[in-house]
């Protein structure tokens, strides 16, 4: 029979009438979670979310810092397909180094020593952490369907039937390195079905990152050339984008504005989260949610002002939750070194990437 007896489905209905149509998997920023004041951010089990962003504007840094959030938080068992991020043992010492808040290498790129590196102790211990919940595609690129669908939620339950675990979250970075992910209507389509599906009847939390289409430049009134923020449907392959997204978002990175008399406030290391649509209803609050990127930590922060008094904080699922961010780089008074830039000296401790 093609449709289901009432009868039948009155019962998971009825715990849907208890516990509510969402499984909330909250995040760790406080201004995501004030819901008497209509701001919030969250993801769900059974629900996708899909973020893009123009080329350089962070999509991959933030969506790592929901896995970090995931993991530090929630302690899901994430797996990482991704593409742009070299080899897995690289990837693994960027997301030790996010659980620390410092690098996981003894050398800085300019090859001196990093005063500033985890010692012996904090890298076992982020070493053993990230290995217990975050697992890399290593990629096979010689193979000409290892990079299909298909393929990678097959590789997704032989890896649950050998570590017997299951995962909590897919992160697919970016979609448009999956061969199936051509920019036709039918096979965005399919892929989005796919995905939403998949998540549905995994019971996770799946995460793609996909960039924008190209978007129309203007000039302001100082000459100053800048793109016009991207629509819900000019995700790279279409409408259906829009039309299959769950949880949509943007990744902007607006131009800096330390001028009040200009217009809003933007600071330098700002990062606009701006909601494009929300399903189920509930998931989140339509509108932008800043957030601030830590040089030193290479992790995000907040800022917000409560009863009166002004707050910058990393997430509170953190290791480093009380450190106080890094001060903000004006760019426009950095000069020809690093030494200089930074005002560092050899035996100092204050650039440590």
């Not at 298909?150 to 649950?160: H, Q, V």
């Not at 819900?232 to 607006?254: I, T």
Request: hydrophobic letters at 35%.
């Amino acid at each position: 029979m093609a449709f289901l007896d009432l009868s039948i489905a009155q019962k998971k209905m009825r715990v849907l009438r208890e516990n509510g149509e969402l499984s909330p998997v909250k995040f760790g920023f406080h201004t995501w979670n004030q819901y008497d004041k209509g701001q919030y951010l969250m993801g769900s089990r059974k629900v996708t979310m899909l973020i893009g962003g123009e080329p350089n504007h962070g999509k991959s840094q933030f969506a790592n810092e929901l896995v970090m959030q995931l993991i530090e938080k929630h302690r899901f068992k994430v797996a990482l397909f991704t593409t742009e991020s070299g080899d897995v043992e690289k990837v693994f010492t960027q997301f030790c180094g996010y659980y620390q808040g410092k690098p996981y290498t003894k050398v800085r790129p300019d090859g001196k020593r990093n005063f500033y590196a985890m010692d012996d102790a904090e890298a076992d211990e982020a070493e053993y952490f990230m290995l217990q919940h975050l697992f890399v595609f290593k990629q096979n690129r010689k193979d000409s369907k290892y990079q299909t669908l298909e393929n990678i939620y097959n590789e997704l339950a032989k890896a649950e039937d050998f570590y017997n675990i299951k995962f909590d979250c897919l992160v697919i970075d970016p979609v448009y390195d999956v061969d199936d992910f051509e920019p036709k209507a039918d096979e965005v389509l399919r892929v989005l079905n796919r995905f939403n599906l998949e998540a549905e009847e995994n019971n996770r939390f799946d995460i793609m990152v996909n960039h924008v289409a190209e978007t129309a430049k203007t000039v302001d009134r100082n000459g100053n050339r800048k793109k016009l923020l991207a629509l819900a449907d000019e995700f790279y392959g279409g409408k259906n984008n829009n039309r299959k997204a769950m949880l949509q978002v943007l990744v902007h990175r607006p131009i800096p504005n330390d001028d009040p008399e200009a217009g809003e406030i933007v600071k330098e290391n700002q990062t606009n989260i701006h909601i494009l649509k929300v399903k189920p209803e509930g998931i989140a609050k339509w509108g932008t949610y800043p957030i601030y990127y830590d040089w030193k930590s290479r992790r995000y922060y907040e800022m917000f002002d409560e009863e009166g008094q002004f707050k910058m904080q990393f997430a509170s699922c953190t290791k480093f939750f009380d450190r106080k961010p890094a001060e903000e780089l004006n760019i426009k008074t950095i000069t020809a070194s690093p030494e200089e830039a930074f005002n560092i000296t050899d035996d100092e401790n204050d650039f440590p990437y």
